[in-house]
């Protein structure tokens, strides 16, 4: 990683310690390594996620900040944009450019140098309150949403019932 994207995490970090988004607590996997963030959400108020407590990593590259960082919930997660695996799938964290398999997606849309983890965290919490079932990364919880919608909602209850006992 450059000087200055280890710079730029630290000092992002940093203003995330002091200046927290609400619902999201932020912290170092390991004291050692800049590159891998241990994340707390909260379920956002209102939504089928309130309540529940869902830990996260994000992992970033080696050339952030012109790549974006992946995330990956660790807690379980039943949601139509993240992957089964707990990888998170949204527009800002593909990287930079045209996507030829994704029409849909506008470059703007995509990960830019200038965004930085608020953005990221905050495009997480709204994917938790806005689910996109468009593009789904997980196909099953997609089509759940769109079709049963009561048993999509007692399984969102599940997962925010044991992330409260984790």
């Not at 995490?9 to 912290?27: E, F, M, T, Y």
Request: hydrophobic share 40%; charged share 25%.
């Amino acid at each position: 990683m450059t000087d200055y994207g280890t710079e730029l995490l630290r000092r992002q970090l940093a203003d995330l310690c002091k200046n927290p988004i609400d619902l999201v607590s932020v912290g170092l996997a390991d004291d050692s390594n800049l590159y891998e963030w241990e994340i707390l959400i909260m379920g956002p108020d209102g939504t089928l996620f309130e309540g529940g407590f869902f830990k996260a990593r994000l992992t970033f590259p080696a050339d952030f900040p012109n790549m974006p960082p992946t995330m990956t919930f660790i807690s379980e997660m039943w949601h139509p944009n993240v992957y089964e695996d707990g990888k998170v799938c949204i527009s800002i964290l593909h990287p930079p450019g045209e996507d030829a398999m994704n029409s849909q997606e506008l470059a703007i849309e995509r990960w830019r140098p200038i965004l930085g983890v608020e953005q990221i965290l905050i495009s997480v919490i709204s994917m938790l309150s806005d689910p996109n079932d468009e593009s789904p990364a997980n196909l099953d919880a997609a089509v759940q949403w769109r079709n049963d919608r009561p048993a999509f909602k007692k399984k969102v209850r599940q997962i925010v019932r044991k992330s409260q006992e984790e």
